[in-house]
């Protein structure tokens, strides 16, 4: 197992996309399978199930579809600023909870950090990946490497892992 492999993590709509695709698929096979499986003339109650199995299984697959490829294109998007990026040294502005957001009951931290280009002189803002704990009194420095995109400053990888102890947790 590779230990040096960098966490993206999902967002809410990668979440929502894996769990919407996958049931979608299935109401729609089962709407698809129930229309060819009708034997002769069925009555307008059978094809009208048809209909609302097929169709909300249409309706769930494509938001699930379009959920993941959102999330997916976030991911590559942080990817290629890591891969083919360069790196600053940025600020370690606060340790929030993402009230927005609820995962078993509990809301994840994110870690916000704030560099300002000397060449412009514009501060731009990122936000690490969702942590599940507040990480405010375990980080080894106060900056923290952010990886940005060549062509596009927007986007930004918080390299979190730099600046955080390996951490296990018990239960």
Not at 55 to 78: H, T, V
């Amino acid at each position: 197992m590779n230990m040096n492999r960098k966490k993206y993590g999902w967002t809410v709509y990668g979440i929502v996309g894996a769990i919407f695709a996958p049931i979608g698929l299935g109401f729609t096979l089962l709407g698809i399978a129930l229309w060819v499986n009708r034997a002769g003339h069925r009555p307008k109650d059978y094809q009208m199930l048809c209909a609302v199995f097929g169709g909300m299984g249409i309706l769930f697959l494509i938001l699930g579809i379009l959920f993941l490829s959102m999330d997916l294109r976030r991911r590559a998007r942080m990817r290629r600023a890591l891969e083919g990026g360069y790196y600053v040294m940025a600020k370690i502005t606060g340790v929030h909870p993402q009230r927005n957001v609820s995962i078993n009951g509990r809301h994840p931290y994110v870690v916000e950090c704030c560099y300002t280009d000397p060449a412009t002189g514009i501060a731009h803002v990122y936000f690490s990946r969702y942590l599940n704990m507040d990480v405010t009194d375990m980080l080894k420095s106060d900056e923290v490497p952010v990886y940005i995109d060549r062509m596009d400053e927007e986007n930004g990888y918080v390299d979190i892992d730099a600046v955080l102890p390996e951490i296990r947790i018990h239960r």
